[in-house]
Every structure is written in structure tokens, then in C-alpha cells.
């Protein structure tokens, strides 16, 4: 899924400085659940700014709205009202949905409240880490199904480098697990070591043409 | 009457004491509100920012002791949402000491009138330097 980080608060009070009635729009999807825009973080973020400017005696109004998925038109349309009783919307969603309601609320600013960072799993509860970067030529089925282009710190094809330190750690990020040295493994278990010595060459980082588009064929 | 106090008091803990302090009459500030949860662990951070909104002075979060919590981890739960609340509070420029977390046990009243009139004390003191 995608994960997004919310931006720092003196950002999102300076993108909101000149408006007194504003909307949070959050979205049911990705960001909500790595915590960064869904209801709950829709509610937490209004109560901070109509907190913040109570305190500077400016006193603004917030509305709260969430939809299932703000990249959808459908479902941001839902928001239709509520968006034209504001002067500006702050959208918590990630960079997708920001454009989709920029695009069907033209007349209004729609501000990113939070920065959209990587295509990711979680972990743990609250730790999600990088996993895709969606660069078009996949080619974990070489890999074990670990992907070295965003796992490994060089994103080196034809890993490990020389300096996996003991324990199968990142010589950049001690915390972080050496890629190449995970698909070792991998292959191992499934008895597959014999393409650790194949060449792979570089890569077809033109697969996709951005901004990249995908019609589907209908059956 | 100076500013509330809102008090969210764990309905197997901080409760029974605040009801026993009432049965021995014992007195605490006047402006505290206690409102009764089913377990501290019920308490989100947008209670206690709803709270702040509306004004109230101070937000206190009492639940069982520590390793007594009759949902087994709510107070435990609580207590993390309570730091984070005091994060989010410093991040817009509040006071993030106005929340508090405290543990006691439903045979506690003393502790529990305690608590409520240091935090009262210190807060009448607070305001009085502003």
C-alpha cells in the first residue's frame, strides 16, 4: 500500500494561514492504515489547528470529512458540499488523491496535509518499510521475491556488494537487513542458489513512460 | 470559579474512589468534572483534545495500577495515548503538562483527592503567574 507521513504542524498552519473556514479531507484507504490520513487522524488534525489558532486569538472554522478512497471521482464527489461551503480543503490523502479533488474542486486550493513517501508493508504496529518502487520491470521472480532495487541501500542488481557487515547487516544502516543477503537465503530454501551466479543486466528503467497510464483489456 | 478540570476516572478504579472519597467526606477542588469510562484504555487522544477545546484547564486520565487493570492492558494503553496527546498539545503551542495519567486503586480515596488538589493547586498557581 501506499505510505504517507503527515507533514510537520507549523507547515500545515502555514498552508491555512489566510483561510478561516477550511475543510480536512481524509481518506479510508492507504494512509489510513499506516496512520497518516484516515478519520481518526481527520479528527486529531482539526482539533490541533482549531486548537493552534484559538491560541493565537484568530479563530478558524474546521470541517471533518473522510471518504473510502480519494482517488476515486465517485467518492470525492461525495465531499461536493462540503467542500463548497470552505474557502480552502486540506487533504490528508496521498499525492493521487490531492489531484483528484484539486482536479474536481478546481476553484478551490486543495493543500497536501501529509507527504507521500513509498510503497510499503507494515511490519509491526506502527513501523512500515519500503518494499516496491513501482519501477515497471519487475524482476523478483530472479530474487526470491525480495526486491534489491528499493531494499538494498545501492539497489544493486547483482548483490551483495563488499560490505555486508556480520549477521546479514546493511554496511549503510546497521538496523536494516542486507538485501541480497535475504535472497541468499531465499534461493537457499528453495534450492535456487544456481541464480545468485547469474548475470542480471541493468535495468529497463523506461518501462514506464511517466506519467505512467495502463488501459486494462476488457474480457 | 476558575477553569475545569476534566477528570476521566476507569469505572473499576479511579471511580469507586472518587465515590468513596464522597462517602467520607473527604473535599476536593469544585472544579473538577469527573466522568466515569468503562477503562481507561477507552480514552483516545481526541477526547482529551475535544476536551481542550472546549476550554477545560486540565485533562486527567485515572486508571487502575500499574499490572491491575481489569481489561488487563487498558491503563497500560492509556498511558501511551496520554504522551501522545502531550505531543500532539506541545506541537500547537499548548501546554502538554495540562494532561496527566495517573494509577490508583478503587480503595485509593486519599490518593485520588490528593492528586485532583495538586493538579488544582498547581494549576490556580500557573494561571495566577500569567
Known sequence: MIIAERKLMEEIKRLVAPFKKVLVAGC?????VCWAGGEKEVGILASQLRLARNAEGNKITVLEATVERQCEKEMVLELKDKVAEVEAVLSLACGAGVQTMAELFEDKPVFPAVNTTFIGKPEKEGLWTEMCGACGDCFLDRTGGVCPVVRCAKGLLNGPCGGTRKG????????????????????????????????????????????????AVKA | ??????????????YPAA????????RYAE??????????GRIDVIHILKAFEKGVAAVLVLGCEEGACHHITGNDRAKERVKYAEMLLKEVGADGGRVKMYNLSPNAPHKFVKILDEVSKKIADEEKQK
Open chain 1, 168 to 215: 546479514g547487516k546493511c554496511e549503510i544502516d546497521p538496523e536494516k537487513d542486507c538485501a541480497w543477503v535475504l535472497i541468499y537465503r531465499r534461493l537457499e530454501k528453495q534450492g535456487r542458489l544456481a541464480l545468485m551466479r547469474e548475470y542480471n543486466p541493468p535495468k529497463n528503467y523506461r518501462a514506464v513512460k511517466r506519467p505512467g497510464r495502463i488501459q
Open chain 1, 28 to 32: 479510508g484507504t492507504c494512509v489510513a
Open chain 2, 31 to 40: 472544579n473538577v468534572r469527573i466522568i466515569r469510562v468503562p477503562c481507561a
Open chain 2, 1 to 14: 470559579m476558575s477553569k475545569e478540570i476534566v477528570a476521566f476516572c476507569c469505572q473499576h478504579s479511579a
Open chain 2, 19 to 26: 465515590d468513596l472519597a464522597g462517602k467520607s467526606g473527604l
